[in-house]
């Protein structure tokens, strides 16, 4: 049987950049990455819109942690250790700035996620990584001497000193397959960062507007969240809605995706602010229609729509409205309620929520608490953060502290 050091399984992000560390730590051992598919970082090419949001701009470990609604605990340590500074830094020193765009993801500054495919391969072949394709791990057991016994797709044995599983989300539970063969439990696996399918028609035939600031809450879940919102064809995206997505991705799933959702479109002004620009309306615009006339900084076309979801009359001047149209009409621009029937996949950027469980590895070297050797890196674990960079940053932060662990590990 054909023998390895180290093997890392799983040619993505997490992978990868484990495979590089390792290999540049330690030079002269021999780090050789398996990947299932015809492909190296497939999902680094498709991502951030094929631009690559390689991280965010938050060099503060605790601020950092509080933007994964998995794992941020478990990865407060890990930061201290190497978080954004260090990966900008890392693509710097090879090649490749970084540029910060005003919501603070960074990117690279050709904005294509090709880029740091290049960089990535360059830096690993450099660093002598084997690198297979269309090899995969498929099964794998520990060998009583020590080190693991692997059998490939193709049907070859290999055996080897160490392990990184680094094979990606579970997206089903099957996909962690390997982990439990190996002792360890999985956290299910549900989907994260996904949008909002609604029914209503009038909500449907606004798709294309959005608001820049609004706050939506799951009234049942006690969550909240303030940001922009976008009318899709299917309901509602946005960073506000993946956010909330993402805090309550177990919780939603339980539900099937059917639940209330609650929109305060001016989330900035309280209820008496908005009933003083209502008065002002009607006193500097008596014969104009109320439909025609929306509030600052609602876009039209919703204004019309939320007038006429509050049974205010389209023909209604400001003069004639009601004092109870009136009162309707605040409750549904600071609390439209809509019914959620479903998600969509967003398709920027998705992650899976769940995975191995975080307690059963040592995050100073991302070892199996329960099998030695064995290490694990980037989406297989039970982490998962908010859109914006923060999922490959848990990829390339897992993925240093499993390289240079290895690296010592086989060093000593
Ligand atoms: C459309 C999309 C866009 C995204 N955009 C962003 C973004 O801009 N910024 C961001 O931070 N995050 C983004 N993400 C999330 C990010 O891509 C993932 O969190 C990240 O890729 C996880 O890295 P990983 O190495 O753990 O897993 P992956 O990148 O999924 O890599 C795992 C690899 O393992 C291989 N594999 C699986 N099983 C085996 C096996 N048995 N043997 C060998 N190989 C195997 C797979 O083929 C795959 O290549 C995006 C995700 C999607 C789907």
Redesign the pocket.
């Known amino acids: 049987m054909n023998q390895r050091p180290i093997v890392v399984?799983?040619?993505?992000?997490?992978?990868f950049f484990a495979a590089i560390v390792c290999a540049e730590a330690s030079p002269g051992t021999k780090v050789t990455v398996?990947?299932?598919?015809s492909q190296?970082l497939?999902?680094?090419r498709?991502?951030?819109g094929g631009r690559?949001?390689v991280t965010h701009a938050c060099y503060e470990g605790r601020e950092l942690s509080s933007h994964y609604p998995r794992g941020g605990a478990a990865l407060l340590g890990p930061f201290r250790v190497f978080q954004p500074q260090d990966t900008i830094a890392w693509f710097e020193a090879r090649g490749v700035e970084l540029k910060t765009e005003a919501d603070g993801r960074m990117f690279p500054v050709s904005d294509s996620s090709q880029t740091i495919i290049s960089c990535l391969v360059r830096a690993a072949q450099a660093a002598g990584v084997e690198l297979f394709t269309n090899r995969?791990?498929e099964a794998v057991a520990r060998r009583g001497e020590g080190g693991f016994s692997l059998t490939l797709t193709d049907g070859e044995a290999l055996g080897c000193q160490r392990l990184m599983l680094?094979?990606?989300?579970c997206r089903a539970a099957a996909?962690g397959g390997?982990a439990v063969s190996l002792g360890h439990t999985l956290e299910p696996p549900v989907p994260s960062l996904f949008t909002f399918h609604i029914a209503a028609p009038w909500l449907r035939e606004l798709a294309g507007v959005s608001v820049e600031s609004a706050e939506v809450s799951l009234p049942g879940f006690g969550l909240r969240e303030r940001g922009a919102v976008l009318v899709t064809h299917t309901g509602l995206s946005g960073p506000a809605i993946l956010r909330l997505s993402a805090w309550g991705a177990r919780m939603l799933h339980g539900v099937d995706y059917r639940f209330l959702l609650r929109v305060n479109w001016l989330p900035h002004l309280g209820r008496e602010a908005i009933s003083a620009q209502l008065e002002s309306r009607r006193a500097a615009q008596p014969a104009r229609l109320v439909v025609n006339t929306p509030v600052p900084s609602l876009p039209a076309r919703l204004w019309e729509r939320l007038v006429l979801a509050a049974g205010v009359p389209r023909e209604t001047r400001w003069a004639g409205l009601s004092r109870s149209g009136r009162h309707q009409l605040i409750e549904q621009v600071i609390g439209t309620e809509l019914g959620v029937v479903g998600r969509s996949l967003n398709?920027?950027?998705?992650?899976t929520c769940g995975g191995v469980r975080l307690s059963e590895v040592n995050f100073k070297t991302m070892e199996s608490r329960v099998c030695p050797g064995l290490y694990f890196?980037?989406?297989?674990l039970d982490i998962d953060?908010l859109t914006g960079?923060?999922?490959?940053?848990a990829?390339w932060t897992t993925g240093w502290i499993a390289g240079r662990a290895m690296a010592g590990e086989v060093r000593s």
Do not use: D, H, P
Request: hydrophobic residues 35%.
């Open positions: 399984a799983g040619g993505g992000a997490a992978g398996l990947e299932r598919s190296f497939s999902k680094v498709i991502s951030g690559c949001n995969g791990l680094a094979t990606g989300g996909a390997l398709q920027e950027e998705f992650v890196g980037g989406e297989l953060g960079g923060y999922n490959f940053q990829a």
